[in-house]
């Protein structure tokens, strides 16, 4: 499943749209996700997702899918763009790279 987080834009064809954080991180847990698209708008959307997923990383259970950054916001771009690639170490370093 591919999940677009924005709870002001609409998905793109051939993406789920999620409106709420706890929303894609219900699907994240049962395993649904094999790539997530994170906006970001004043509520931090994409930030409360990716705290969930570096958690989730951290007990060296979960295996993250492929994550993009859709946001045009610059600054919120480059946050939620550091907490990807600090899941990626993570990742590589608690649970090994394939």
């Known amino acids: 499943m591919r999940i677009y987080v924005d709870d002001e834009r609409r998905a793109p064809t051939g993406w789920q749209q999620v409106r709420r954080p706890q929303e894609a991180i219900e699907f994240l847990k049962i395993g649904a996700v094999r790539e ?53 170490l993570m990742t590589e370093c608690c649970c090994g790279a394939d």
């Open 36 to 88: 997530l698209s994170l906006g970001n708008d004043a509520r931090g959307t994409g930030d409360e997702v990716l705290r969930w997923i570096q958690e989730a990383v951290s007990t060296c259970d979960f295996d993250p899918p492929v994550i993009v950054v859709h946001t045009v916001n610059p600054a919120a771009r480059n946050r939620l763009t550091n907490g990807i690639r600090t899941i990626q």
